[in-house]
């Protein structure tokens, strides 16, 4: 089973437009979108949910006011100023269980927090693991991990031996669950200086984790001088450049469109170009 990662340090670089482009290229994988706390993998290929999941990442302090005596010291102990007895703000209350720590006449209890869904779907391209988390929740990492461990069910079910992940931009806890265990990430990256420097600090952490990188510059003649540091860069620290792609508003286009770029423009430059490097990555995970 292989995984393969689409990561940036900073968001807006073209991570889904190059996956979705990349799975109408291939044709014989599974899809995961990792990008939970803000998913767009759907909307260009609008798939079928054939399943949803509730996913519970925290819990959530509830008081029993048959039991509660009202004694305000789960009131004075919240740094969070969620214990107001007998209730406790659901919204504020972050889940650390100190309340329930101090109540004399254990009317607290902790109970599962609903923190976003998962799903699994069917696109024009084959199965999706994805997810949804909801506004305000935390523990994306870990709905990250359940996404990713779908994304290896589908493929075990539907014998398919490449997952293929559109990541999260950063180098936080999301992208961490993201890239730990992969065979490739490919980081996509334009030529500014926020791009160059989070290009550096995404490929730190996959150094961390010992795996493999590649990068893809998209926009590469916005700047050429930049593109050069980019290229320079990778080679000082054995990267393989899969390619440079130029700006052109097809890219665009086609996303309001909700087409990949091959249905878009199937004899467009930057298809070939994207073809291309399809064929290195192949050739980098044998």
């Known amino acids: 089973m292989i995984e393969i990662a689409v990561i940036s340090g900073k968001g807006g670089t073209g991570k889904t437009t190059i996956t979705t482009a990349f799975a109408a290229i291939s044709g014989d994988l599974i899809l995961a979108d990792c990008d939970v706390d803000a998913p767009d993998l759907h909307i260009i290929l609008n798939p079928d949910v054939v399943n949803k999941w509730e996913f519970h990442g925290s819990k959530v302090a509830e008081i029993n006011p048959e039991l509660c005596t009202e004694c305000g010291l789960c009131q004075s102990s919240c740094r969070f100023d969620s214990a107001h007895p007998p209730v406790i703000d659901q919204i504020a209350c ?6 329930q720590l101090v109540c004399p006449a254990n009317a607290i209890e902790m109970n599962d927090r609903l923190s976003g869904y ?24 870990k709905l990250v991990t359940e996404v990713r461990r779908l994304g290896v069910r589908l493929a075990k079910q539907y014998e398919k031996e490449l997952v293929l992940i559109d990541g999260s931009p950063g180098i936080g806890c999301p992208v961490i669950s993201t890239i730990s265990g992969i065979k490739l990430g490919i980081i996509v990256t334009e030529p500014t200086m926020s791009g ?75 298809v070939s170009l994207l073809i291309d490097m399809w064929k290195q990555i192949m050739e980098l995970i044998k």
Not at 126 to 132: D, I, V
Not at 257 to 268: G, R
Request: aromatic share 8%; hydrophobic share 35%.
């Open 94 to 99: 972050e889940g650390c269980r100190v309340c």
């Open 196 to 270: 160059i420097h989070d290009m550096e600090r995404v490929f730190s952490l996959l150094s961390r984790f010992r795996t493999k990188a590649a990068v893809i510059i998209n926009k590469y003649d916005l700047n050429l001088e930049n593109t050069r540091r980019i290229e320079q860069y990778s080679e000082d620290k054995g990267i393989t450049i899969l390619g440079r792609i130029p700006f052109d508003p097809m890219m665009t286009e086609s996303m309001v469109a909700a087409k990949t770029l091959p249905e878009f423009a199937a004899d467009h430059q930057i």
């Open 118 to 141: 998962i799903y699994r779907s069917m696109t024009r391209y084959g199965p999706m693991a994805h997810a949804k988390l909801l506004p305000g929740e935390g523990n994306s990492g």
